[in-house]
């Protein structure tokens, strides 16, 4: 069976620290990842995705980025922490093309910067 | 562009009740499928159920119903004799047009079981 991981499980950061998130994907090959914020008491806002190695959409402007170095390994990374980037981080994976399997979650990341 | 509204911020059910919960989407897309995912206060997302447009009945998935009504486009998702443990936010969401199946979510709706 499938699983994902996230790491680390909480996180806190100061102002202007650099960052880096990983996520990683076992059980299944060639998956589609992504990269969601949460707010507090938010939605989920979509960050990134990937659809292979080494191939990155940005849905949104931002000091953060996001590479995929190995099929099944998506990092979310940042040069300098703003406030602003605290919350919910959750990393999610689909089958390529997408349907009625939607996508799956891993545990998440809690991030604070003060 | 796709659009899902929640129009409940919070809901409350006693304990063996059934509830609903909204969802109402917008898109010119002739084929689609909607989705609802639990958050419970541990942040993992979980899905519950999926729809699809062209589905001819509405899904469920054990004690979760979907009342799906394509005409007045909106995807309601029905929880059975509820309990305890699904007092959690609850989300709808939609895949967006195009590859990777991005999905956009609705803002979410808090149910709060109680006794």
């Known amino acids: 069976s499938q699983t994902i991981h996230q790491w680390p499980a909480t996180l806190v950061q100061p102002v202007g620290s650099p960052l880096s998130l990983e996520c990683t994907v076992e059980g299944t090959s060639n998956p589609n990842l992504y990269w969601y914020r949460q707010a507090a008491g938010r939605g989920l806002q979509l960050l990134f995705y990937s659809v292979g190695i080494g191939q990155i959409s940005s849905e949104v402007p931002q000091n953060l980025s996001a590479s995929r170095p190995q099929d099944r390994q998506f990092i979310l990374s940042s040069k300098k922490l703003l406030l602003s980037d605290s919350g919910f981080y959750l990393c999610?994976?689909?089958?390529?093309?997408?349907?009625?399997?939607?996508?799956?979650f891993g545990p998440g990341t809690r991030l604070t910067v003060l | 562009a796709q659009k899902i509204t929640q129009t409940q911020p919070g809901m409350f059910v006693q304990e063996k009740e059934a509830v609903t919960l909204d969802c109402t989407y917008d898109?010119?897309?002739?084929?689609?499928?909607l989705f609802w995912y639990k958050q419970p206060s541990s942040g993992e997302m979980i899905f519950l159920i999926y729809?699809?447009?062209?589905?001819?009945q509405n899904a469920t998935e054990g004690r979760y119903s979907l009342n799906f009504q394509k005409a007045r486009k909106s995807a309601n998702l029905v929880i059975s004799a509820s309990q305890l443990g699904d007092s959690a936010m609850y989300f709808c969401a939609m895949p967006l047009t195009g590859t990777a199946s991005k999905l956009t979510f609705g803002t979410g709706t808090r149910l709060q079981v109680t006794l």
């Open positions: 898109t010119s897309d002739p084929s689609y499928g």
């Open positions: 729809q699809g447009s062209y589905d001819q």
């Open positions: 999610a994976w689909s089958v390529g093309g997408g349907g009625e399997e939607g996508q799956f």
